[in-house]
């Protein structure tokens, strides 16, 4: 059964340097999705993606997030200078289409920023 | 702002009793909602859920209760197994005119012990 996938699966950083967390979606889905998971706290929205653009994006995802899909298979969360705060848990999603709010997720990386 | 609570932070529960796991909302635009299952270092996995125009789902031994009037969902699992033990996160979305993107709850941890 085809998954979504997402490298690395745990990342420690220092504060202030940028980061790159990577994800491949489900071959035929068409809107991806990041959402982050503070340890002992809900799962957080950041971004969702369509055709290339952000479709919506929370408050949480300010101007040092990005998100990108550079090729046919691959989709990036850039975090540009990390904050002790941005530790978390990235969770990337996909969808074949939007209804319904049921979303594949992928295993996750855990991402500590010290 | 805490739209979709989950007030139990941990259930334990005796192999073969039922677990009933809790959720509320408070936004009253919500009409999808979806339990997903999380086991440790790997993503959500969506279990079951239930649009508005209905007040219950079955799947087999997953049961989705909503009480529209009340703002409050339940999931039951009947028989629980031990390997039902993981976090059990809630979820809300709105329908046309919202964005679908769900609304998480912090989670119950389910023990199930043998």
């Known amino acids: 059964e085809p998954e979504v996938t997402q490298t690395p699966s745990h990342q420690v950083t220092q504060m202030g340097q940028e980061v790159i967390l990577r994800c491949v979606p489900i071959?035929?889905?068409?809107?991806f999705y990041w959402y982050r998971q503070i340890l002992g706290q809900k799962v957080e929205f950041l971004v969702s993606?369509?055709?290339?653009?952000?479709?919506?994006k929370s408050e949480i995802f300010d101007d040092q997030f990005s998100v990108e899909r550079p090729d046919g298979s691959n989709f990036t969360l850039k975090i540009r200078s990390t904050k002790l705060e941005d530790s978390a848990m990235y969770f990337c999603?996909?969808?074949?289409?939007?209804?319904?709010?049921?979303?594949?997720f992928g295993p996750g990386t855990r991402l500590l920023v010290l | 702002d805490q739209q979709v609570k989950q007030n139990s932070p941990s259930l334990s529960v005796q192999e073969g009793r039922i677990s009933i796991l809790n959720c509320d909302y408070t936004?009253?635009?919500?009409?999808?909602f979806l339990w997903y299952k999380k086991y440790p270092a790997e993503g959500p996995t969506f279990l079951i859920s239930?649009?508005?125009?209905?007040d219950k789902n079955e799947d087999g031994r997953f049961t989705v209760f909503l009480n529209k009037s009340a703002k409050h969902l339940s999931l039951h699992i009947v028989p629980s197994q031990p390997g039902d033990s993981a976090v059990y996160f809630c979820?809300?979305?709105?329908?046309?005119?919202?964005?679908?993107?769900?609304?998480f709850g912090r989670g119950t941890s389910l023990i199930v012990h043998p």
């Open positions: 071959s035929n889905h068409l809107y």
């Open positions: 239930i649009s508005s125009i209905k």
């Open positions: 993606f369509y055709n290339n653009e952000i479709s919506e």
């Open positions: 979820a809300a979305s709105a329908g046309p005119g919202g964005s679908y993107i769900p609304t």
């Open positions: 999603a996909s969808t074949l289409g939007t209804s319904g709010g049921q979303r594949d």
């Open positions: 936004n009253s635009m919500f009409d999808y």
